[in-house]
């Protein structure tokens, strides 16, 4: 059985439909799959997405929790392309994946970097609870 890294725990019946998110290019065995639990990671981001520096209130957790997915499941292929043409494909890929999401790309695209970040940080290890 992997280790992994518990951001926040949760036995919530609520967090939202990140848990069980496809991890692109996560297959078992990869470092993200294996470390971060999706259950965890929705967890994280429904506790701490209000106190975000660009947080809006007129938005909720439906509204923001598509983009903290794109983030996880985009992190292995794009945290490391901060770039136009990076910047083009995933505002292509939050058309297709924000569903009921009011969040135009603008604003979605700050939790999706606030996304990578939390998952560097629990790849260090840094987020492991004991």
Do not use: C
């Not at 292509?92 to 135009?104: D, F, K, Q, T, V």
């Not at 939390?118 to 790849?123: F, N």
């Amino acid at each position: 059985m992997p280790n992994r890294t518990h951001a926040s725990p949760s036995s919530d019946p609520r967090v939202g439909t990140l848990a069980g998110a496809g991890v692109e290019g996560a297959n078992p065995g990869s470092s993200i799959a294996d470390s971060i639990d999706p259950d965890d990671y929705a967890a994280y981001w429904r506790d701490r997405f209000t106190a975000q520096p660009m947080f809006r209130a007129s938005y909720d957790w439906n509204d923001y929790e598509p983009a903290y997915r794109l983030g996880y499941d985009t992190w292995a292929n794009y945290a490391t392309r901060r770039d136009d043409a990076a910047d083009i494909e995933l505002e292509r890929r939050w058309e297709g994946a924000h569903g009921r999401s009011r969040l135009a790309w603008d604003d979605a695209r700050f939790a999706v970097h606030d996304s990578w970040r939390a998952v560097e940080h629990m790849m260090s290890g840094a987020g492991k609870q004991h």
